[in-house]
């Protein structure tokens, strides 16, 4: 049987991010607290690009015994060595002797998974980031979260360093468990990075947890210029499953973004998880522009006697205000004990009915989605259940309970090989956790 849903508060969460913050202006360098006295100075040299102190203090670890190199990589401060604040800290000489005369690996990575290229980027310093890709460093090595280094240079809207990746060989279309390149790129609105992108051909239509595509992100981050790039490129205007753009417009009340979207073929007559219409939705947020685009293109609705906008508005209205509607009528907090009752009692349909309503009010609880996927998982829904489980490590990324849902439903499917890589995660983010380690045994 399946473990339990996740009860009481969920953890707080912003809108889903894909990639840590960077920016061309690092943080001081912090002094090491597990390295010894000669190693701190010895990285603080590094940090500094000073040469001459450090090949002293270098050479007095060492000890006169000829390993340089070793005694070197040994000093270390949260995983990250003298290379990694060399690279931070934009010192070239620092980085060429460590290189090229100590035959230091390029590759090393901190505690987090992060390579000296990856603090390259973070300082923004291109000079440095050639001069480790032209040494072998691998762009494709993933970091934290499986983001690699197009992930970061995206995310941080750095063209010209998107274009000296790709020259390199880096995957335009790689895939973290927050996206892919063009997704950081858009949920961080950097349209130039975006277009650049989509010019080496990036996939426009890569959906992340079925159905969040770039298209889907654009909107969500409120784009109107990534969503029109998107659609020139050949985005899918009429979306994937439940969510379609011009749902996700009319959820947020998008005006601007209904004429591009059904001038690319948008259908406006496709309805949510919930039975509503585009047309519908934006009646229900009193948004008259909104219904006045979507009347022409939207077909006729059997239930609504008076088919006009105003006769449109006056439907919704009504039947709010007859409270017919369970959305408005009950909130996040009951729906959700609801379908824990109904989970307890084994009636997993019923808890997915609340937990779905839940949703719609609260879309960033990420314990409505770690619920949903228990109960498709029980239902025998392995699909569904990897949906809802993707979903809950889009919103909470270093959440270990997204990892272990993630785990459970690749179980299901007898995906073996990536029900271990999702026990992994949630280990390295909680390796005390019973639960996580028992299912990767």
Request: glycine share 8%.
């Amino acid at each position: 049987m399946a473990p339990p849903p996740t009860s009481g508060k969920h953890p707080p969460s912003p809108r889903p991010r894909f990639l840590p913050r960077t920016g061309p202006n690092p943080a001081p360098f912090p002094p090491p607290a597990a390295a010894g006295p000669q190693q701190r100075r010895l990285l603080k040299a590094a940090a500094d690009g000073d040469l001459g102190r450090f090949k002293s203090i270098a050479s007095a670890l060492d000890g006169g015994k000829g390993r340089a190199r070793e005694a070197v990589e040994a000093a270390r401060d949260g995983g990250f060595g003298a290379l990694h604040a060399a690279a931070r800290h934009g010192r070239m000489a620092v980085c060429v002797y460590l290189v090229e005369q100590l035959g230091v690996n390029v590759d090393a990575a901190d505690d987090k998974g992060d390579t000296p290229l990856k603090y390259a980027l973070g300082s923004g310093n291109l000079d440095i980031v050639r001069y480790l890709l032209d040494h072998d460093a691998d762009p494709e090595k993933p970091g934290e979260h499986g983001a690699t280094a197009l992930h970061v240079a995206a995310g941080a809207g750095m063209c010209e360093m998107i274009e000296v990746l790709l020259s390199k060989g880096a995957d335009v279309n790689s895939v973290s468990f927050r996206g892919t390149p063009l997704h950081a790129a858009i949920v961080g609105k950097h349209d130039a990075a975006v277009k650049t992108l989509l010019n080496h051909h990036a996939d426009c239509n890569k959906a992340m947890a079925i159905h969040y595509t770039p298209l889907i992100a654009a909107i969500h981050v409120r784009s109107l210029k990534c969503v029109k790039l998107l659609i020139k490129a050949g985005a899918d205007v009429k979306g994937v499953g439940p969510l379609t753009p011009l749902i996700a417009a009319a959820d947020d009340g998008l005006t601007d973004f209904n004429k591009p979207l059904l001038a690319a073929g948008a259908d406006a007559d496709v309805r949510d998880d919930g039975g509503q219409l585009p047309i519908e939705i934006a009646a229900r947020n009193n948004r008259r522009k909104d219904v006045e685009i979507l009347f022409p293109v939207t077909s006729r609705i059997p239930y609504v006697r008076d088919w006009s906008v105003d006769g449109i508005l006056a439907y919704v209205k009504s039947v709010r205000n007859q409270e017919d509607d369970p959305l408005y009528k009950m909130g996040p907090a009951y729906l959700k004990s609801e379908g824990n009752k109904a989970y307890k009692r084994k009636d997993y349909v019923s808890a997915i009915n609340f937990y779905n309503m839940a949703t719609k009010l609260d879309p960033e609880d990420v314990t409505l989605h770690s619920n949903r996927s228990v109960c498709w998982i029980n239902l025998g829904e392995g699909d569904k259940a990897l949906e809802a489980a993707e979903m809950c490590r889009i919103i909470r990324p270093d959440w270990p309970k997204a990892c272990y849902r993630q785990g459970a439903a690749q179980m299901f499917l007898k995906n073996y090989e990536k029900a271990c890589d999702a026990f992994q995660d949630g280990l390295k983010l909680d390796p005390t956790n019973v639960e996580i380690e028992n299912a990767l045994w």
